[in-house]
């Protein structure tokens, strides 16, 4: 091999592993959660508004059974986002499912430390499929845009 094949060989390899990751990450199953389950919290511990609790781990993916929220209008999303990248005020986050809709939304930072951030989903938005969640933070680095993964079915 050529010593300049050598770093496009490199890169067509990182990129491919990149890809298998995100790919893996995509396509694997979380648990399935019930309304009120947000860390073994209570369904008020967040807030008042009366919706349904769903939390994802750092870059993780959750799957969620849509007919345990019939009754509710709004479903509240924990994100856990380090502190130092979750900043202090709002931030803009964005929901898109495979089918290309597309929700622009903002999400608030959770109280005390170490909790994350929520967003609120409106029920009617959730069909099932996947959804990918993406939010901008504070982070002082290339890699911006925190990223969720949600499966309704």
Known sequence: ??????????????LASLGLVWLGAWCGLGKVVAPGVLGGQGPD????????????AAGGRQALDLAAFSGEPMVRIALEIED????EGLRSARVVSVDGRRLDTVVTPLPGAGTGVELGVDREFLL??????????????????????LEVE
């Open 128 to 149: 099932p499929g996947r959804y990918l969640i993406e939010v901008d933070t504070v982070a002082q680095s290339p890699l911006r845009l925190q990223r969720f993964v």
């Open 45 to 56: 511990a967040v807030g008042s508004l009366p919706v349904a609790d769903v939390r994802i």
């Open 1 to 14: 091999m050529s010593a300049r094949a050598r770093p496009f060989l490199l890169l067509s390899l990182g």
């Open 84 to 87: 130092p990248a979750r900043g």
